[in-house]
């Protein structure tokens, strides 16, 4: 145990110092204290319907989530489904953007289970179609923002192979099993490995429920890429709503990276970058992304309450 923690703490360390030298970078290349007025400046009323959007995508995650745990055959009511999300969002607050939410969220759901590979399974068939949604939104963004960016190769491509990847790991098992000689399926890691990509692996046969939680994850996206518009509008930014489309799911992809603490400096720096072809100015690129960022943890409070209110803090 002490040497997971000292292993936690390093990689907690890396981050830091990762969110913090960008964070300085970017510093130096904008005026931060202009863009600290725009994020006060934000408009009260497109801040609160984004508040409103933040807590309806909450809601549809948590929806999403309990349908796979019931095509699994996990019997868990919708109250427990959903403090243990709400709480394990809060806790992911402070680990690696990401996966620390879903670690908590895996780990929590784990106690209240038979097994931690259906756990897992669940949490990272959840994670699976969101990525698969946001490439989605991602497509459906380069063919509305026209033929500036849909015309490239190289991103079509690029898409093909992050969609073959996500969809390949619900044949896990077979692959595992193609790659991991036999003799080696005794060991203490192979069995976990395979136990897991075995649980995945079975949601194969529940393809409604499957396409059920797809479903509800693009709801998911839209709702995201929405937040950031309305906020942009707040913001006083005059890019459309196509161009949203466009930009948002690859920053949510960075956001995703667990490189980052809590989605500060590189989605950030990403979202600077993706705005350039607006000639957006960097500071207000830089509170847009704070704004986007602020406004989804404050989406995590309602697991605070709920972890206070339980006794464990």
Same mark, same amino acid.
């Given at each position: 145990?002490?040497?997971?923690?000292?292993?936690?703490?390093?990689?907690?360390?890396?981050?830091?110092?990762?969110?913090?030298?960008?964070?300085?970078?970017?510093?130096?290349?904008?005026?931060?204290?202009? *863009?600290? #007025?725009? +994020?006060? @400046?934000?408009?009260?009323?497109?801040?609160?319907?984004? &508040?409103?959007?933040?807590? /309806?995508? $909450?809601?549809?995650?948590?929806?999403?989530?309990?349908?796979?745990?019931?095509?699994?055959?996990?019997?868990?009511?919708?109250?427990?489904?959903?403090?243990?999300?709400?709480?394990?969002?809060?806790?992911?607050?402070?680990?690696?953007?990401?996966?620390?939410?879903?670690?908590?969220?895996?780990?929590?759901?784990?106690?209240?289970?038979?097994?931690?590979?259906?756990?897992?399974?669940?949490?990272?068939?959840?994670?699976?179609?969101?990525?698969?949604?946001?490439?989605?939104?991602?497509?459906?963004?380069?063919?509305?923002?026209?033929?500036?960016?849909?015309?490239?190769?190289?991103?079509?491509?690029?898409?093909?192979?992050?969609?073959?990847?996500?969809?390949?790991?619900?044949? *896990?098992? #077979?692959? +595992?099993? @193609?790659?991991?000689?036999?003799?080696?399926?005794?060991? &203490?890691?192979?069995?976990? /490995?395979? $136990?897991?990509?075995?649980?995945?692996?079975?949601?194969?046969?529940?393809?409604?429920?499957?396409?059920?939680?797809?479903?509800?994850?693009?709801?998911?996206?839209?709702?995201?890429?929405?937040?950031?518009?309305?906020?942009?509008?707040?913001?006083?930014?005059?890019?459309?709503?196509?161009?949203?489309?466009?930009?948002?799911?690859?920053?949510?992809?960075?956001?995703?990276?667990?490189?980052?603490?809590?989605?500060?400096?590189?989605?950030?720096?990403?979202?600077?970058?993706?705005?350039?072809?607006?000639?957006?100015?960097?500071?207000?690129?830089?509170?847009?992304?704070?704004?986007?960022?602020?406004?989804?943890?404050?989406?995590?409070?309602?697991?605070?309450?709920?972890?206070?209110?339980?006794?464990?803090?």
């Amino acid at each position: 145990m002490r040497e997971l923690l000292g292993r936690a703490s390093r990689s907690t360390l890396v981050r830091l110092a990762i969110t913090g030298a960008i964070l300085f970078y970017l510093s130096t290349r904008i005026d931060m204290a202009a *863009a600290a #007025r725009a +994020v006060a @400046a934000i408009s009260l009323p497109h801040l609160a319907l984004v &508040l409103g959007l933040v807590a /309806i995508d $909450r809601c549809v995650m948590i929806l999403r989530w309990v349908l796979l745990l019931r095509a699994s055959g996990s019997a868990i009511s919708m109250a427990r489904a959903s403090r243990l999300f709400l709480v394990s969002s809060f806790v992911g607050s402070f680990l690696p953007a990401g996966v620390g939410a879903d670690a908590a969220r895996a780990y929590g759901l784990a106690q209240h289970t038979s097994t931690g590979s259906e756990a897992l399974a669940s949490v990272a068939v959840d994670r699976l179609l969101g990525i698969l949604s946001l490439v989605s939104m991602g497509l459906v963004g380069l063919i509305a923002w026209g033929p500036r960016g849909g015309g490239d190769w190289r991103i079509v491509a690029s898409v093909a192979v992050l969609t073959t990847a996500t969809v390949s790991v619900f044949w *896990a098992d #077979r692959l +595992v099993r @193609a790659f991991v000689p036999a003799r080696h399926h005794d060991g &203490l890691l192979a069995r976990r /490995i395979l $136990r897991a990509s075995d649980a995945v692996s079975r949601y194969r046969n529940h393809r409604g429920a499957l396409v059920h939680v797809m479903a509800w994850s693009i709801v998911v996206q839209l709702l995201r890429v929405t937040q950031a518009y309305v906020l942009g509008l707040g913001l006083g930014l005059a890019v459309p709503f196509s161009y949203f489309l466009l930009f948002m799911p690859f920053a949510l992809l960075l956001l995703l990276l667990p490189i980052s603490i809590s989605g500060f400096g590189l989605p950030q720096g990403g979202i600077i970058w993706l705005l350039q072809p607006y000639n957006v100015a960097a500071e207000t690129s830089f509170a847009l992304s704070t704004l986007i960022v602020l406004t989804g943890l404050a989406g995590n409070l309602p697991g605070l309450w709920l972890w206070l209110s339980s006794g464990e803090g």
